[in-house]
Structures are given as C-alpha cells and as structure tokens.
C-alpha cells in the first residue's frame, strides 16, 4: 500500500510563503504522477496543480502565478511553492499519487489518482 506523508503546512501572514512536500513510501520502483488539492471548510475538494506524465504542468486559477508545483528526478517526491498567500488559500491542503506504468505507446497514469496524503492545514491570517 503506497503512503503519502505531506509536510510544510502552517500558519503565516498575508502575503507569505510556505512550501509543502509529499513523499512516496513503499515500492521503490515506482514512479507516481502527483498533484495537490484543497478543501476549504464546507466545500468539496478541489484541484490545484497537477503534474502529468509528460511533464505538462496545469493549475487552477486561484492558483495560477502564485504556487508552483515540482516534482524530484525520482518521480517519488512532489513540492508545493506558495507564495503571496492569501487568506482565502487557508484551508486543508492534500498531495495525490498515481503510479506511472508503462504502455506500447509509452509511459501513462491513470485520469483519477488513487492514493491521497493524510492532509495539512494551511492558515493564512491577514
């Protein structure tokens, strides 16, 4: 079973920075496509930032020049840069996995991710 272990959530100031990371355990060999979510309180869970397998990066607009999303060589790791925090961005913030597998037409992950982190709470007081 992979385990996503989150870190870097906190409390800072409007106008901050934070950066969050989300670690891979178990299988080595594996690669993962990651990506990270938000919930705001009484609200669904939403996309963010998402790395694809070809490397192709997308953000959502409440996001967009503000949070930077990175991955290491390993495949294994994924960042979250957030900078210019504001108060709306407070909320609980989740890193999802997927492994990448190999097909004839080259390397795939699945459109849904099915291994999430356990979540940390990101304040942003103004």
């Known amino acids: 079973q992979v385990q996503l272990v989150e870190s870097g959530g906190g409390s800072v100031q409007t106008g901050g920075t934070l950066r969050l990371s989300c670690a891979a355990s178990e299988y080595p060999e594996n690669r993962y496509c990651m990506g990270w979510f938000r919930q705001h309180p009484g609200e669904e869970r939403e996309a963010i930032a998402r790395?694809?397998?070809?490397?192709?990066?997308i953000y959502s607009d409440s996001v967009k020049g503000r949070f930077t999303i990175s991955q290491d060589s390993t495949k294994k790791t994924a960042y979250l840069q957030m900078d210019s925090l504001k108060p709306e961005d407070t909320a609980i913030y989740y890193c999802a996995a997927d492994p990448i597998f190999a097909t004839p037409w080259g390397p795939r992950c699945r459109s849904q991710f099915g291994y999430w982190g356990q979540g940390t709470t990101v304040t942003v007081s103004s």
């Open positions: 790395i694809y397998v070809n490397g192709t990066i």
